[in-house]
Antibody, heavy 119, light 107 residues
Framework: QVQLVQSGAEVKKPGASVKVSCRSS????????ITWVRQAPGQGLEWMGW????????HYTQKLQGRVTMTTDTSTSTAYMELRSLRSDDTAVYYC????????????WGQGTLVTVSS | DIQMTQSPSSLSASVGDRVTITCQAS??????LNWYQHKPGKAPKLLIS???NLEAGVPPRFSGSGSGTDFTFTISSLQPEDIATYYC?????????FGGGTKVEIK
């Protein structure tokens, strides 16, 4: 069965960087896009960007351009999201999700990773 | 960028009621519109893809309709387990936007 398993919670200081991992299983990793979505406390879902593992093509939301990098390791079927220059408003639960084939929706999701930015 | 206006932001209804949520896009997005259910502490769950396609295993009381700029999500008979926040999501030109969400509660 398809599973996306994310790394554990992180606590970071303002200005630091965080790298969240998302390990996939149960399907051909390189054939499906991976997207990253976050939810700050009390807020809605915010799309961050996506990556196509086959060719590492990436597309990021304008808001995070220059601070976010998404990568993949096809040898371990793992996607990574690195966010730099962390601020308190980056405190959120970060989710990875798989892009559904022949659709623009996201059909399988990781369990979420809480990133807390605090001095 | 395309903006998604979702309404209402919250609603309270009785078990068995028909619940309707709308999402309006700032420009034509064809049928590139999806609906998710999100419960606290859980990952979002895809319910409806491409405006009206019910995902496998999702109860038929959930449905979606619309195209272009105006979309509707309906729960035909609200059940206690449907308490959650619902989000629309659009795709256009490699970019994605979520609506602001609708929190559904039981009256």
């Amino acid at each position: 069965q398809v599973q996306l398993v994310q790394s554990g919670a992180e606590v970071k200081k303002p200005g630091a960087s965080v790298k969240v991992s998302c390990r996939s299983s149960g399907y051909t990793f390189s054939s499906y896009a991976i997207t990253w979505v976050r939810q700050a406390p009390g807020q809605g879902l915010e799309w961050m960007g996506w990556i196509i593992p086959y060719n590492d093509d990436t597309h990021y939301t304008q808001k995070l351009q220059g601070r976010v990098t998404m990568t993949t390791d096809t040898s371990t079927s793992t996607a990574y999201m690195e966010l730099r220059s962390l601020r308190s408003d980056d405190t959120a639960v970060y989710y990875c999700a798989r892009g559904k084939k022949f659709s623009n929706s996201f059909d399988y999701w990781g369990q979420g990773t809480l990133v807390t930015v605090s001095s | 960028d395309i903006q998604m206006t979702q309404s209402p932001s919250s609603l309270s209804a009785s078990v068995g009621d028909r619940v309707t949520i709308t999402c309006q896009a700032s420009q034509d997005i064809s049928d590139y519109l999806n609906w998710y259910q999100h419960k606290p502490g859980k990952a979002p769950k895809l319910l409806i893809s491409d405006a009206s396609n019910l995902e496998a295993g999702v109860p038929p009381r959930f449905s979606g309709s619309g195209s272009g700029t105006d979309f509707t999500f309906t729960i035909s008979s609200l059940q206690p387990e449907d308490i959650a926040t619902y989000y629309c999501q659009q795709y256009d030109n490699l970019l994605v936007t979520f609506g602001g969400g609708t929190k559904v509660e039981i009256k």
